[in-house]
């Protein structure tokens, strides 16, 4: 059965274009936040059933973070599929919610599987630390004010500021303000133009 579930998941990301399929992970992550409107332009609005929008668990449209960020890493993990020469060749549809759907079930139905193999061969406490390392994170949030006010203390003055210009040719308060920009740009825009920041000096 894992092999079977293996090679549906890879078929779907194997008709991906990298760019298609991140812009389509990251309009199904912003439709379901608190402020979906910017993803809309990015799915057919047809595609989108009644609850997935803002959908939290037990929704069954709901579509976890980390589970987003693990087919972002499958997807450069998968060979493309080779173009047909007679007739067009297949590929996912980018701007459709059911197409991020059906690469989620068969990846939870691929990492079920895992799990009913895996947990004959080791304790469970391993696996509730394999789960825990991809949720945390997500769930604890990213955008942390104590961890950022820690980090510009520690290194936005004295020696560390100095070491930290000399090695990436920045001061730290400029690397955090294009942080800060790029943070907001990508609540937005799945993607950021190299001359969108060209405007602040």
């Not at 992970?25 to 609850?51: C, M, S, V, Y």
């Not at 549809?93 to 690469?103: I, K, S, V």
């Not at 949030?141 to 104590?146: L, Q, S, T």
């Not at 937005?188 to 190299?194: A, I, K, S």
């Amino acid at each position: 059965m894992r092999e079977h579930f293996r090679k549906k998941l890879n078929k779907l990301l194997s008709r991906s274009g990298d760019e298609e399929f991140t812009q389509l992970l990251w309009a199904t992550h912003i439709l379901q936040t608190e402020n979906p409107d910017p993803a809309r332009k990015f799915i057919l609005p047809e595609t989108i059933p009644d609850g997935a929008i803002s959908a939290k668990m037990p929704s069954k449209y709901s579509i976890h973070k980390w589970e987003i960020e693990t087919l972002a890493n499958e997807l450069m993990t998968v060979r493309k599929a080779k173009s047909k020469r007679n007739g067009p060749t297949r590929s996912l549809r980018w701007n459709h919610f059911g197409a991020a759907m059906d690469c989620v079930n068969w990846l939870r139905k691929l990492e079920n599987v895992e799990y009913r193999i895996q947990k004959k061969r080791q304790d469970i406490f391993i696996e509730m630390g394999r789960i825990a390392a991809r949720q945390f994170d997500w769930q604890r949030g990213f955008v942390n004010i104590p961890q950022f006010y820690r980090n510009a203390f520690v290194y936005g003055q004295g020696p560390c500021a100095v070491q930290f210009e000399e090695t990436h040719g920045i001061p730290l308060n400029r690397f955090s303000q294009i942080g800060f920009m790029l943070f907001v740009s990508l609540t937005n825009f799945p993607v950021v133009r190299n001359d969108s920041m060209s405007v602040i000096k």
